[in-house]
């Protein structure tokens, strides 16, 4: 579903405007069946809060017999989120997670010293054509808590805050803003909000957190004077007061950010770490494949391949 930032680091990114510290437009990359847009990390920000990964998956329509197949492989370091609009997937983990994500819950998969996953839509969801629509970000995790031991949390849609008045309605994905919190546990003080704003509905940015930023999803969003849109993620400098309004049709915008981290962090595939030596480590386990007694295990049910180590 992703491809390797290392791998392919140029990105286009605008000039940093009026109240924006920095305009990230994301690269797209098209994987087949569906188009990706990476906004983070990029050449002027790594991370935003210790958002280290933002991805935007599709929209996309998939016709009867495709969809989203990425075999089980390993992370480190990190806290995948996964958060849909439209349609669901299958997730499987080395803890022997089952779970299907879908549209409006939060998915938190913490990958501490190591866990193995895989993504698919199988079973009855290939019988028909379905659509696919959501965003999958990483957490990088504080130099405390990289080698904790993995963990996978669930949080169903009806258990999540919403905030909701003149022409705005949010959900409380992660952290705490506006005076709620959600009930999900972060590793790291952080923030991540889904807002829906209505034709001209006027929006404040929470200004309890270091560092924040903003991508719009749809629609259209005016700062400071200046238009965004869909594709585009603004960063805002520490401590500004930022309101945002949306444009005449209403807008969707994701909020994000938090404390930042100790410094930057190293990334190379699905791993990501303080050190160049934590990378190396996790590289030569899962090269080295031993699946019963090593760093690394498969889903006790999606154990018959995995995806291998790249080659450079």
Not at 48 to 71: H, K, L, S
Request: charged residues 25%; hydrophobic residues 40%.
């Amino acid at each position: 579903m992703s491809w390797n930032p290392a791998l392919d680091p140029d990105c286009p990114t605008g000039d940093a405007v009026d109240a924006i510290e920095t305009l990230i437009v994301p690269r797209a990359r098209d994987l087949g069946d569906f188009e990706v847009r990476r906004a983070l990390p990029s050449p002027k920000r790594q991370m935003v809060g210790p958002f280290i990964f933002f991805d935007q998956m599709g929209p996309a329509e998939f016709v009867t017999g495709q969809g989203i197949d990425v075999r089980p492989h390993p992370h480190i370091g990190l806290s995948t989120v996964t958060y849909l609009y439209k349609g669901k997937f299958h997730h499987r983990d080395s803890l022997g997670t089952d779970q299907w994500i879908e549209p409006g819950a939060v998915n938190l998969m913490t990958a501490g010293h190591g866990v193995t996953h895989s993504e698919r839509v199988d079973g009855d969801m290939l019988a028909n054509p379905y659509a696919l629509f959501g965003i999958q970000t990483w957490i990088a995790l504080p130099k405390d808590k990289e080698d904790t031991p993995a963990d996978f949390v669930h949080a169903p849609k009806d258990t999540l805050p919403i905030l909701e008045g003149e022409g705005k309605k949010l959900r409380l994905i992660l952290g705490d803003a506006y005076g709620t919190r959600s009930p999900v546990e972060t590793p790291s003080e952080m923030f991540y909000l889904d807002a829906l704003l209505e034709g001209g509905a006027k929006l404040p940015l929470p200004d309890n957190h270091e560092d924040r930023g903003a991508y719009v999803v749809e629609g259209e969003i005016t700062i400071a004077g200046q238009t965004f849109t869909p594709g585009q993620m603004m960063v805002f400098r520490p401590g500004d007061k930022i309101s945002m309004t949306a444009g005449p049709l209403g807008a969707r915008v994701m909020l994000l950010g938090g404390a930042t981290l100790e410094g930057p962090r190293h990334i190379w595939w699905n791993f990501v770490a303080s050190s160049q030596e934590r990378i190396d480590a996790a590289k030569e386990a899962w090269r080295a494949g031993d699946w019963e007694h090593g760093r690394f295990q498969l889903p006790p049910t999606d154990n018959a391949e995995f995806i291998p180590l790249p080659e450079r």
